[in-house]
Structures are given as structure tokens and as C-alpha cells.
């Protein structure tokens, strides 16, 4: 079983300026490693994650936390951050919230999990919720979308180039694509010579990723909610993995300062040492970004 490593783990927690006995939140919980990384240092943290496996490995893992409460750990979307830290606090559960982290995407447990579907190296139900509640599976999204909306999905969020080749194979392939292992295959068949080092099915899959679990509307929603919700001078870190997640946030930044609503930390973004991509390569395509509120 892999396990995901933390992206950015020092940077990240030295951005939220962690004090002791402040409550902070970790709206992407995944494996709990920043989650960890704050409650060391003595803060107190909300934690969402809207997958089940990810909460139950926290209630389990961080029992130790929860019963004294220093962690509240919250089976929802981060597009709900608002009325639920919210409520929280009339409730006065929770105090005044001095930073908020986003670690998009999936974490490695999710990735290569073998019936989830999100792995072109695997062979599993073509699923790819992150969320089993949603409705809409990716071998849904595959039969029920017109080929030109499957063209531009392919183009516009994986950045694939072949995508009108790709997407009318699947719309006349004369069996449903069902599984990961029929879609990368079709893939396979269907690109071109590969010059790149990326495996041929990489940018399908994580367009399809990302509109089965709505992920850029969901950061459209969250940050919002986010800044709303977050105390005078408290920040929001982002780390985002691919182009479509940082680009929202830079945007997003930029017109807040543009609005007066605070100062963006960081024209250009953190990239991982070369150190860090040695030992996770995942890591490489990470970008975090700072907004500090007025
Ligand atoms: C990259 S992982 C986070 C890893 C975590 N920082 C750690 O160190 O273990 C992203 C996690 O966020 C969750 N997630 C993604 N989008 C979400 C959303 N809109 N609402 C709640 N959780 C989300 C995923 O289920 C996944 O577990």
C-alpha cells in the first residue's frame, strides 16, 4: 500500500503562523499530515474531508485529539465551509479562526486505490468519486455527455491534446467504457506517438477526475466562504497541483487585493525544494500561495 506524503509540509504550517490554543482548519484532511503538523505545534484544528475512508482513517488515527478537543473532524465539502464553521461557532464549539489550508486534489491512498478507479495503471470500476455520495460517476460522465462536451472536458481540463480523437472512440466504441483499464487502453490506441514522459492516459484521467467531483467549482465556492469566515489578519495557504486549481486561486487573490480585502503574500507561488521532488514526486507540480486578510 503507498502512502501519501505531505507536499510542502514545513512551508505550509509556517505560512498559518500557528500560536498555541488558536483554532485553525484543514479544509482537505486527506492522511492528516498538515492536520498533524498543526495540532504539534499547539493549535487547534476543524478538519474536512468529504470522503468517508479519509474520516474514518482520522477518527481511528487521531482519537488521541478528538476526545480533548483539539480536533473536529467533519465529513463534508469544503464548498459548505461557511454555515458549518458557523454554526460551530454559535455554538461556541470553536473560537475565532486564524488560518485556513486548501491541499487540493487527491491523496495517494485515493490515486492508487484499485476499486476507485482514478489510476490508469489499475484495472477498477471507472468510479473516480472522491465523494460517494455525488451522484455521477466518471463511466457516467463517459456515456451520458455529448462528444463535443467530452472533446472540450479532455482539452479544457487535462490539456489534452488528442481529445476530439479520444472522444469520439469512447462515443463509438461498441461497448460501454466501464472499467479504468478499457479506458486507458482505448487511449493507448487512439494518441499518438508520445513524445512526452507522461503515461498516454495521465490527462484524460484527470480531466475526468476533476469534473467528477466538480474540483474547480468547489474552490470557486470554498475560498469565498473561506475568507468570509476567517478572523482580521488570519490567512488562507493554498497548494494547488495543476494549472486549473492555481489559476482560480491567483485570480481569486488577485481580486481581493484589487477589492482592498487583503494583501496577496506572494506573487509568485512556493515551489517544493529540489530535495522534496526527490523524495516525492508528486510533489512536483505543487504551487502554494498566501492571502493574508485585512
Ligand atoms: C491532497 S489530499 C490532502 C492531504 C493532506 N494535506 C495530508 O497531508 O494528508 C486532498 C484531500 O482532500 C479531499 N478533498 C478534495 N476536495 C475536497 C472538497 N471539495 N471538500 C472536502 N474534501 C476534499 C480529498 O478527499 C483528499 O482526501
Redesign the pocket.
Known sequence: MTN?I??L?EEATQALLIKKGNWYI??????????QKILDAGGKVIA????HQ?IEYGNKIFASEINPGNLILIR????KIFPIIESLQEDCQVGDIKGI?F?????T??LKSNNRGFSFDGDGPLDMR??DRLGVQAKDLLALIHVDQLDELFRDLGGEHDSRRIAKAIKNSPTPITTSKQLTDLIIRNKGKQKSKLHPATKVFQALRIAV?T?LE??MM?LPQALEILANKGRIVT?A?HEGEDREVKTTFKLWEEENKGENLTKKPVVPTAEEIKNNPRSRSAKMRIFKKK
Open positions: 501519501h505531505t507536499v509540509l484543514d479544509a482537505t484532511f486527506g492522511k492528516g499530515g498538515h492536520t474536512f474531508d468529504f470522503d479519509a463534508e465539502n469544503f464548498s489550508l491541499d487540493f486534489g487527491t491523496s491512498e485515493q472522491m465523494d467531483n474540483e468547489n474552490i470554498g497548494i497541483f
